[in-house]
């Protein structure tokens, strides 16, 4: 007798030989494209879901504005450095100036190639508490922010320090991750990688006990800019 595990099986595969998976459609489905009217709506949505994922929303008109914000974060951190994206990528002219204005260095991170180098320059970078990027788009409906990886945009920034400003243009909010790529396909081959973060890094074991910051920041920042 067969046993039933091998019963289970045999049928499974039987199953998948005459499967036939279903037609698809030939785009993705997109919500109507948002009036200017109906901006603020947009912005309402995205903030209130990157609140319900435990992220933080401050709002700025200028590069001293963010300054302050970033300042202030910082000081809640202990933070007195920090790893960013470069000047021209953040989106927000005569930032890393202000920021050296209020005491706080920027830390370079431009790693070599060479795996012995790389090696020895890493475990330094883990020291610093905050990074600092630009976006290059956000999600409405996930309160998600995009990051594309790049010359002068790299991915520790993002990643490595526990606490993660993002600099947002309310302009680049899409109301939904579908809408996004149909209007800016390019940005799946701008980079080396595409990055859709939604809140602080979150793990859950097998028993569902939540844990923050297990496998990236456990705090994130988006400064909503014009």
């Given at each position: 007798m067969?046993?039933?595990?091998?019963q289970?099986?045999?049928a499974?595969?039987?199953?998948l030989r005459?499967?036939?998976?279903p037609?698809a459609?030939?785009?993705p489905?997109?919500t109507a494209?948002v009036?200017p009217?109906d901006r603020?709506a947009?912005?309402?949505?995205?903030?209130?879901?990157l609140v319900?994922?435990?992220g933080?929303?401050?709002?700025a008109?200028?590069?001293?504005?963010?300054a302050?914000?970033?300042a202030a974060?910082?000081a809640?951190?202990?933070?007195?450095t920090f790893?960013s994206w470069d000047?021209g990528?953040?989106g927000?002219?005569g930032?890393l100036e202000?920021?050296?204005s209020?005491?706080?260095?920027?830390v370079?991170?431009d790693?070599a190639f060479?795996a012995a180098q790389?090696?020895?320059?890493?475990?330094g970078l883990?020291?610093?508490?905050?990074?600092?990027?630009?976006s290059?788009?956000?999600?409405a409906d996930?309160?998600?922010?995009?990051l594309v990886?790049?010359?002068?945009r790299?991915?520790?920034a993002?990643l490595?320090?526990p606490?993660?400003v993002a600099?947002?243009?309310?302009?680049r909010i899409?109301?939904?991750?579908?809408d996004l790529?149909?209007d800016?396909?390019?940005l799946?081959?701008?980079?080396?990688n595409?990055?859709v973060?939604a809140?602080?890094?979150?793990?859950?074991?097998?028993?569902?006990?939540l844990t923050?910051?297990?496998?990236?920041?456990?705090?994130?920042?988006?400064?909503?800019m014009p």
């Amino acid at each position: 007798m067969t046993p039933p595990k091998d019963q289970v099986l045999g049928a499974i595969r039987h199953s998948l030989r005459r499967a036939v998976l279903p037609g698809a459609e030939a785009t993705p489905p997109r919500t109507a494209r948002v009036a200017p009217a109906d901006r603020p709506a947009l912005l309402r949505q995205f903030e209130q879901a990157l609140v319900a994922l435990t992220g933080h929303v401050h709002h700025a008109a200028s590069a001293g504005e963010a300054a302050d914000i970033i300042a202030a974060v910082a000081a809640e951190h202990g933070a007195r450095t920090f790893l960013s994206w470069d000047g021209g990528e953040l989106g927000c002219d005569g930032l890393l100036e202000a920021l050296a204005s209020r005491h706080l260095t920027r830390v370079a991170y431009d790693l070599a190639f060479d795996a012995a180098q790389r090696a020895g320059a890493v475990p330094g970078l883990g020291d610093v508490i905050l990074g600092l990027t630009g976006s290059d788009a956000a999600i409405a409906d996930a309160g998600a922010i995009v990051l594309v990886s790049g010359p002068g945009r790299g991915r520790l920034a993002s990643l490595l320090p526990p606490v993660h400003v993002a600099l947002v243009s309310a302009s680049r909010i899409h109301p939904t991750l579908p809408d996004l790529l149909a209007d800016h396909p390019e940005l799946v081959a701008r980079g080396a990688n595409l990055v859709v973060i939604a809140g602080p890094s979150r793990t859950a074991d097998i028993e569902m006990t939540l844990t923050h910051g297990v496998h990236g920041p456990k705090h994130l920042h988006v400064i909503l800019m014009p």
